[in-house]
């Protein structure tokens, strides 16, 4: 190499925990019975809820197509693992080239999987296409994603002389 020409890389393991979704309904208290969002229809004439009446006492009838949420019993911890190689060469007037390669997998990524999700596609309610169409949908969390990712990287730099900075990257 050359007394100029700086060669460096690195690789990593990390391990992730398990991500704590707080939005509904990715929470196992959002089941029935502990929770459900029940559907008062009305002709539009005859109103179905008064301010006298109240509400009406809790009918998990009044539930239509409720949702499942569930989590994996046997969740994996996430990992993610990131390499990265890089070449920098000096050239005259302080100037830099530096050219890179950076990549990274994640495997047992946490995901959402609806178990109920209407496989076949086609006109009309979707409801009665489902596999268990007395219910809406089965949020599964589960650790079922996996992602890549893999970039290159040149990096020219003008260190400041004569009040002149230059920098420019490109991924």
């Known amino acids: 190499m050359l007394s100029q020409t700086v060669l460096s890389g690195a690789f990593g393991i990390f391990w992730s925990g398990q991500e704590i979704r707080t939005a509904a309904p990715l929470q196992l208290a959002y089941n029935l019975p502990f929770y459900y969002q029940p559907t008062f229809d009305s002709d539009g004439i005859t109103p179905v809820l008064t301010v006298s009446g109240g509400f009406p006492t809790m009918n998990i009838l009044n539930a239509p197509d409720p949702g499942v949420t569930s989590v994996d019993s ?8 990131e ?22 997998k994640g495997t047992h990524l946490q995901s959402a999987v609806d178990r109920n999700q209407v496989i076949t596609p086609g ?10 169409p007395n219910y809406g949908p089965f949020t599964a969390i589960e650790n079922l994603g996996n992602s890549t990712y893999n970039s290159f990287q040149l990096k020219a730099e003008k260190k400041p002389s004569h009040g002149l900075y230059f920098l420019s990257s490109f991924t």
Not at 83 to 104: K, M
Not at 125 to 132: A, E, G, H, W
């Open 123 to 132: 006109p009309g309610d979707i409801q009665s296409r489902r596999p268990y």
């Open 83 to 104: 390499w990265n190689l890089s070449l920098q060469q000096g050239l005259p007037f302080q100037t830099t080239v530096e050219i890179s390669y950076a990549g990274s």
């Open 74 to 81: 046997r969740l994996k911890t996430p990992s993610y693992t």
